[in-house]
């Protein structure tokens, strides 16, 4: 019976601790379903805001669809500054009560060129016409939400310059601020001193302890704090052509210069050679990387080194194979011709309804074509005052430069036709009227230079399928190594340098000098990357980068080897202020000087604004000491940035009063400029924000 009664408590405590296991679990798992639920649909959150996922993504595909170029990972960034400034200054708006009404969001919406100028809002008289922008909501969703959203930012953008507005109000610079900067530039005082220098100590002697840099960063931990990063090692296999790539890619160069054989639909045919190709065209798209191009070039734009020989090429000669722009290159001429590149200037006098015609241009086509005749015959009368004629006329984007247009060769096909036949038919000075589908154009041909037209064929020097392969297999190989042995040893085997390491953050796009790496980034912050994992990953254009987990820094102070760089000197100059005021005594400063082996200097009307000593550089706190210290007297022993210093004052002259110190707010005013980044800033700083971006991108 006691044994089955011990069972029986033994049953009742396990089945307990199972259901108290149970219980946990299933408790856990709520709480992480919620947090993973919570975490999946919000891309993070701002002192308690959450910034919801499904709107975030649609503004980041918004900001890569309209920035050309910008890379997913920047339109990101780009959108998670947005939303949290919007977020913390909303906040602010809030406390403030800010409101903006139908007006203002008008305004604001004029001034955006997508709207405010867009025909299709435009009323009868050529203005913005709200009603007509507000009726494009009724033709779907999309165009709903974007009359939605336009008005929503507009609001936003309305209440920024509000506030802003009263952030520059408030952040004015008084008389008495003025008055100050007055005296630091005009009081002036001399003095006699003696120092010491901090290297008169060795820095061998004086030691500093981790403990002591991390008590140091305690005291200001916002200042030394560091975000969580990853460290990295890395090699590169790269993609590069051998010696043996660019033999063949030259050869097959060399070949295209004599006849050869080929057999073609069951018969020999005799491909000529590059000199002797009669369809110089066809041979050229048959052989090179890069298409014929049949416009003339100026000397001054061929490739600089070869510039000469391929200027001064006899028409039907061909001069090569030359290595440039990383290929090899063959260039035959197809003649020179005077005057084949022409800079002209123009003023564009548009019309309504014609090509390209700005929705604020409302003139007809025979006020165009009076407004241009008017304008010739001055410019004509004037010639000199052409530049200025087109900065205050032309409709063209041009007129920002005087109308000037570049250089412009012949054969290219970014000329309309009548445009381009009145430039390469008259001479540097002529005045012209040509009209086109653009408008009428007042021209100017202001410069002429002859061009030559050369046939190229080039070849890309670029690794073989055979080099990429065997890459390809030792960069493999590396990687297996490096797992199970030393990655200093595997690189070293290898003689293959390891790259400095590199840290990243969880957003960071960039390995070192390797840009758009987030494949990376994104694997070196995975949960499941251990220190010391090694993975192998192909990259565009370079080949193969063999990256090693090297180190996890979480958030929190600064690591100890980025810390020490900027701590241990000033905590050095603190220990050596110790021992050296201990040494700076005595009733004169010709006494203090001998017991420290150096000698009395002085000093004639230095102001806190010219607070440099002879030999050691700016000492404010020296200059601001002396000012204050009693004439004859000599002050206690000042930490300065060199070093230790007692000064004696020997003259302390005030500045006479001035009437007025407009001129010095002035110059503080300068200061104040970017109130607004300052305050988002100083927002950001304090707010409680979680970011979730690595979670999704």
């Avoid at 041979?283 to 100026?298: C, G, K, L, M, R």
């Avoid at 080897?561 to 009733?587: C, V, Y």
């Avoid at 500045?655 to 927002?683: E, F, H, W």
Wanted: a neutral charge; glycine letters at 6%.
């Amino acid at each position: 019976m006691a044994v089955l009664s011990k069972i029986r408590q033994r049953s009742i405590l396990l089945i307990a601790v199972i259901g108290f296991c149970l219980f946990a679990f299933i408790i856990g798992d709520l709480v992480q379903s919620n947090l993973f639920s919570r975490s999946a649909n919000n891309i993070g959150s701002v002192n308690g805001h959450d910034l919801p996922m499904d709107e975030f993504k649609t503004k980041v595909e918004n900001v890569t669809k309209s920035s050309q170029g910008a890379t997913q990972s920047q339109a990101v960034n780009y959108v998670w500054e947005y939303e949290v400034n919007n977020t913390l200054l909303d906040a602010e708006f809030d406390k403030l009560g800010l409101e903006v009404g139908d007006d203002q969001i008008i305004d604001i919406l004029k001034q955006n060129p997508q709207i405010g100028q867009n025909p299709m809002f435009l009323g009868a008289t050529g203005v913005f016409d709200i009603a007509k922008f507000d009726a494009i909501a009724s033709q779907g969703v999309e165009a709903k939400n974007f009359v939605t959203e336009s008005k929503k930012d507009a609001a936003e953008n309305a209440k920024k310059q509000i506030y802003n507005t009263l952030l520059r109000a408030g952040a004015y610079t008084t008389a008495l601020e003025g008055k100050m900067k007055y005296k630091m530039e005009a009081d002036k005082v001399s003095f006699d001193y003696v120092s010491v220098l901090f290297s008169t100590i060795k820095d061998s002697d004086v030691k500093v302890s981790d403990d002591e840099i991390i008590a140091y960063m305690r005291k200001d931990e916002k200042r030394y704090k560091s975000e969580e990063n990853r460290e990295l090692d890395y090699v590169i296999f790269e993609d590069k052509a051998s010696k043996t790539d660019e033999d063949a890619i030259k050869a097959k160069m060399d070949a295209l210069m004599a006849p050869r054989v080929e057999y073609v639909n069951g018969k020999n045919d005799t491909i000529p050679s590059f000199a002797n190709a009669t369809n110089v065209a066809e041979f050229v798209n048959s052989n090179s990387d890069t298409p014929y191009d049949s416009t003339y070039i100026a000397k001054k734009d061929l490739p600089a080194q070869f510039s000469e020989q391929l200027y001064n090429l006899p028409t039907g000669q061909v001069f090569g194979p030359y290595i440039y722009n990383n290929g090899y290159w063959l260039s035959k001429s197809m003649g020179r011709e005077a005057g084949a590149n022409v800079k002209a200037s123009h003023i564009l006098l548009s019309y309504k309804g014609a090509m390209r015609a700005a929705p604020t241009v409302t003139r007809s086509k025979e006020e165009a074509a009076a407004k241009a005749n008017e304008l010739l015959a001055e410019a004509n009368a004037k010639p000199e005052m052409f530049f200025m004629l087109a900065m205050q006329n032309s409709d063209d984007s041009s007129k920002q430069q005087g109308g000037d247009l570049g250089y412009f060769s012949k054969g290219a096909n970014n000329l309309t036709k009548k445009f381009a036949d009145y430039i390469f038919a008259n001479p540097i000075g002529k005045l012209g009227l040509v009209e086109t589908e653009f408008g009428y154009h007042i021209i100017k041909v202001t410069d002429k230079q002859d061009g030559v037209r050369l046939a190229t064929i080039s070849k890309k020097i670029e690794p073989s399928a055979e080099t990429v392969n065997t890459v390809y297999n030792k960069a493999v190989k590396f990687q297996m190594e490096a797992k199970d042995k030393s990655f200093d040893q595997v690189a070293k085997a290898a003689k293959l340098t390891i790259n400095p390491s590199v840290k990243v953050r969880a957003m960071d796009e960039n390995l070192g000098a390797i840009a758009n790496q987030r494949q990376i980034v994104k694997w070196a912050f995975n949960k499941d990357t251990k220190v010391g994992a090694v993975e192998r990953f192909e990259v565009t254009n370079t080949g193969h980068v063999i990256v090693r987990l090297k180190k996890v820094n979480e958030e929190g102070l600064l690591p100890l080897d980025e810390a020490r760089p900027m701590i241990e000197l000033k905590l050095k100059n603190q220990k050596k202020t110790a021992l050296i005021k201990a040494k700076m005594k005595g009733g004169s400063l010709e006494a203090i000087a001998a017991a420290n082996a150096t000698k009395v200097q002085t000093v004639a009307d230095r102001t806190l604004e010219t607070a440099s000593l002879e030999g050691v550089g700016l000492e404010q706190r020296v200059v601001a000491t002396a000012m204050v210290t009693p004439a004859n007297k000599l002050s206690a022993p000042i930490e300065g940035m060199s070093g230790v210093y007692v000064v004696k004052t020997t003259a302390y002259t005030k500045a006479p009063a001035i009437q007025s110190y407009k001129d010095y707010v002035a110059k503080l005013k300068v200061n104040n400029g970017n109130t607004m980044q300052r305050i988002s800033a100083s927002l950001k700083k304090d707010a409680e924000i979680e970011d979730n971006r690595s979670l999704f991108y």
